[in-house]
């Protein structure tokens, strides 16, 4: 507890918080778990689900500044973060500005323009020249080199561990309402029961792997258990 008797975050808390990230010498916002905000600053996205977020502190969640900086606050405290280039995205870097042949992308049916995202060699850059048949693309972060301002509120601290894993679930499978899902802890064992709409989705074996590395990296269980319930209807009798 702080001296006003709010909850202090800890190293390893699973914490909710609302955030409003800004480049500083613009104020353009480039991150918000706030749907309002994220409208008027026009990086609305309609798959993004606004809600506080999810962070688990210490653990690089989030850029290196912010997370040395949740770490001084308590639950319901509002604070502007300011993150050098150190302690966000990084310097940007001259050699990772690069000429590549305009074939290289014709061959992958991608014509280059300045200011679209491309991926070369595995890597996202945004290109910036075009012309001779060459293509000039910056591979540095959008945002290598600039100050960046977190406005950050700490919404709440989630103490029991089943708690802990909805917020995993949540993290994992985007707009699920992980009250759906039952969680069985007994001893170095948890079990979680998905439910059937869940257990037929896309992807949802990705999900459950991300979901266990999560578990495994911040609990200290033995086994993480998968229950799938397929009920009998009339479609399914012979």
């Given at each position: ?49 606004y ?35 150190e ?71 989630l ?31 948890v ?31 033995e086994n ?15």
């Amino acid at each position: 507890m702080s001296e006003t008797g709010a909850k202090q975050v800890g190293k390893r808390n699973f914490i909710l918080v609302d955030l409003i990230g800004r480049v500083k010498s613009t104020g353009k916002v480039f991150d918000t778990t706030i749907q309002e905000v994220a409208v008027k600053a026009d990086i609305f996205n309609e798959r993004e689900v606004y809600k506080p977020r999810l962070v688990v502190v210490g653990a690089g969640w989030v850029l290196p500044g912010l997370d040395e900086a949740l770490e001084t606050m308590n639950v319901g405290e509002t604070k502007v973060v300011e993150i050098p280039p150190e302690k966000g995205f990084g310097e940007r870097d001259p050699k990772n500005i690069k000429t590549f042949s305009a074939r290289e992308f014709l061959k992958q049916n991608v014509k280059p323009r300045p200011g679209m995202t491309i991926r070369v060699k595995g890597r996202l850059a945004t290109v910036q020249k075009v012309g001779g048949g060459r293509v000039r693309v910056d591979m540095n972060h959008p945002l290598a080199g600039q100050i960046l301002e977190y406005e950050v509120t700490i919404r709440n601290i989630l103490e029991k561990d089943e708690d802990k894993i909805k917020a995993l679930i949540e993290n994992r499978i985007s707009g699920v309402d992980s009250n759906k899902f039952k969680i069985n802890i007994a001893g170095k064992s948890v079990e979680i029961s998905i439910p059937t709409e869940i257990v037929l989705a896309n992807n949802i074996q990705l999900a459950k792997i991300g979901l266990v590395s999560d578990v495994f990296s911040n609990f200290d269980f033995e086994n993480v258990k998968f229950l799938e319930t397929f009920e009998r209807t009339t479609t399914t009798q012979s």
